[in-house]
């Protein structure tokens, strides 16, 4: 073999090599973006140990960004915030210092970018529908508040379509619920009809379908007028309540009550009798009216006793105690009366030299 010979097979081989050795490139590149969660896939038919993928995320309207990874698959969310905006994915697969062809897909969230092949999707919010009378009421939540993204927050503008009538609409993020009434025709009743839900926010479009059934008796409780028919029965019981109350009470008030004495028990009428004044301070001078109890010249220690006539005991007899029994046996006229412990007292002379207390005249009957 000559020498040009070998220097001819060497360019050869040197010019095939990359071809026979290229590191195999992924298959089935694919994106799942739903709800702003961004997960990229592919498959690969000789693995290796040395085996890498790099996935490069390049934005229209800013930087590319790389990541490098062992698996077939990525999570691209957070390298792809804005969700007006168009991505390319790019796949690589590197077996050590060799390198496969690129392989890339495209997508966005945005309705603004034709050129994309894949459309991500978001989710409509939940819908809830109610019969009223001959009205379909739709409400669900703004998509701001459901999907909490700082680029939703605007207003949000939607159709509901039905029996190929269709009602535009709109809301905005500070409102509680979107509502809106659809009229369905007597005909519906018993029924299900179908409404189908379109919006667009952010240059995102939405879209859901609810199927609504329409009941053949459709009554709507009147909240307000069972609440006022309740309280106007709960005043007239009252007013009623209130009638016999005051009936009766001006039944017993004409009923004559007992006098006080008869309220008293007997027990309270023995002390009010018994009960004693204090005492009036006793004058230690005898009074000059006083008459003494016995004369010299009826009574002599040298003569025999001489028998009292009976005016004399009459005169000189000492009033005796007043108990409570006695008491109790007068009249009630007497009730009132003063006992004997009442008098004031006052100093007697029984005899010449014996001089002893005794009671004063009786007070006079009140």
Known sequence: MSKNHVVQFGVFYVLLFPVFCSVPSPTNVSVVCHNFVNVVYWNYSNPTEQLKFSVNVDPYMSDSQTVVTSQTYLDISS?????????????????????????????????????????????????????????????????????????????????????????????????????????????????????????????IPLHTYRKVCVSLQTPETNKAGLIAGLLGGGIIVLFIIMGVVWLLWRKWSKIPQKPEFLRRSPGQFSTILVSQPESAPVSQVASQGHTPLLNEDSFSYDSPHNSLTEKD??????????????????????????????????????????????????????
Request: with cysteine; charged share 30%; hydrophobic share 30%.
């Open 79 to 203: 390298y792809c915030r804005d969700v007006t905006d168009d991505y390319i994915v790019t796949v690589t697969a590197h077996d050590g210092q060799e390198k496969s062809e690129n392989v890339s897909i495209r997508f966005t969230y945005s309705k603004d970018f034709d050129e994309s092949k894949h459309k991500c999707s978001l989710d409509f919010p939940a819908v809830n529908a109610s019969i009223h009378k001959d009205v379909i009421r739709v409400s669900f939540q703004h998509p701001f508040l459901f999907h909490q993204q700082d680029i939703l927050e605007e207003e949000f503008m939607y159709t509901v379509t039905h029996d190929e009538q269709t009602v535009p609409n709109s809301c905005f993020e500070d409102e509680m619920l979107c509502t809106e009434d659809i009229h369905f025709n007597q005909s519906a009743i018993g029924q299900c009809v179908e409404l189908k839900l379109k919006g667009e926010i952010a240059g």
């Open 313 to 366: 005991c009459k005169a000189n007899t000492i009033p005796e105690e007043v108990t409570e029994e006695d008491v109790n046996n007068e009249d009630s006229e007497d009730f009132v009366r003063s006992s004997d412990y009442d008098r004031p007292k006052l100093m007697q002379e029984m005899s010449p030299g014996d001089i002893t207390e005794g009671y004063g005249p009786r007070p006079p009957v009140l």
